[in-house]
């Protein structure tokens, strides 16, 4: 028992790094920052991806009630300003929402008294719209592919234990990633892709390539490790695979 929760334990403990790593180096990882104006703190965030409902929202937090700004942003060639407007915790404004797959480039100037700040300082940033997804969605698909994830480092985890429960692992990371597959990634990128209610996406928008190959080599490897034909070899190199794909999706 007390084998099982230290295992248990490392696969979460795991899990969590893992995902935290790739939050961190995603290409749509927002920019964010904190600077100092004569002691008071302003913060920013920069998005390069929007979900939002109806308009897309850019807050400064700011302690200062000294400071003004504008967000300058570029569509289909042409700059448009959006003057920020005073709230209670800093700034605020708001960008009115365009259709799945199209994009903007922006850049947001903050002046306070004489100094001009430029966030980013060289360029432009990018920030792509697409649909609203719903919170039960985004749950269930956080479940499966991290669940997905948990249980196949769990199988190899199980190589510590003497493969007792190898098998049901095994089952169990083919049941979650056949449900993702299937149904839960197939309804997250509809709502995405802002196709409810509007058209039929093509099966491949729906599906995610590097999914599918995932759950090929689980069944495959699911069959070896049934036939008892390289187990640990088997375990080790799709945890691996898993890992490697997790991080490309």
Known sequence: MKNEIILWFCCIVL??????????????????GTFGIEGRKVSYRL?????????YKNIIISDTNEIEGKLIWNYNGKQKETLYKKVERGLECDIPRLNPGQMISY??????????FEIPKDGFTTLTFWGHIPSGVNALNFFF????LLMSLRSTFELFNKNRNLK?????????????VTI????????????????????????????????????????????????????ISISAVTVLLFFIL
């Open 107 to 116: 850049k947001v100037i903050l002046i306070h008294k004489d100094y001009i």
């Open 15 to 32: 899990v969590f790094i893992l995902g935290y790593i790739k939050n961190i180096t995603d290409t749509d990882y927002p920019i964010t």
């Open 168 to 180: 049901k692992y095994s089952v169990i990371v083919c049941v979650l990633l056949l449900t993702l």
């Open 47 to 55: 998005d390069k991806v929007s979900h939002d409902k109806n308009v």
């Open 145 to 148: 592919l991290y669940g997905g």
């Open 184 to 235: 839960i990634f197939p309804l997250y990128n509809t709502y995405k892709l802002g196709a409810i209610n509007s058209y039929i996406p093509s099966l491949t928008e729906l599906i995610e390539p590097e999914l599918l190959v995932l759950l090929l080599l689980w069944i495959a490897g699911t069959i070896l490790i049934f036939n008892k034909k390289y187990i640990r070899t088997t375990a």
